[in-house]
């Protein structure tokens, strides 16, 4: 079992920028594919960014592009988020995710994660 923590999370205008974090045990981050997912009330978990093992591979949702950065600092066993020019579409409970591998057709399917966090607000 993987335990993932979320921080980072809260209100801001839009235009505004957050940085999410996901700590993560051990070194899941350097080895695993993780994956940044967000949910807003009514709507299906959606992917949002991922990031393949050791980093070789980044992949985001096109409605993210050029204005979030996915990254990891595998020294802190830590998987980022920086969200930047925010608007009030991007409003959601951010999840991040770990799965031992994703290629360019899997990193966006909630089925190939098996581990979850728990989950950080984030309110444009």
């Known amino acids: 079992h993987v335990q993932l923590v979320e921080s980072g999370g809260g209100s801001v205008q839009a235009g505004g920028s957050l940085r999410l974090s996901c700590a993560a045990p051990?070194?899941?981050?350097?080895?695993?594919?993780m994956g940044w997912f967000r949910q807003s009330p009514n709507k299906e978990r959606e992917p949002v960014a991922g990031?393949?093992?050791?980093?070789?591979?980044?992949y985001y949702a096109d409605s993210v592009k050029g204005r979030f950065t996915i990254s990891q600092d595998n020294a802190k066993n830590t998987l980022y988020l920086q969200m930047d020019s925010l608007v009030p579409e991007d409003t959601g409970v951010y999840y991040c995710?770990?799965?031992?591998?994703?290629?360019?057709?899997?990193?966006?399917?909630?089925?190939?994660?098996?581990?979850w966090g728990q989950g950080t607000q984030v309110t444009v």
């Open positions: 995710a770990a799965a031992a591998y994703c290629y360019s057709g899997s990193w966006s399917r909630k089925r190939e994660y098996p581990f």
């Open positions: 051990g070194n899941t981050v350097s080895r695993h594919c």
């Open positions: 990031i393949s093992f050791a980093g070789s591979k980044i």
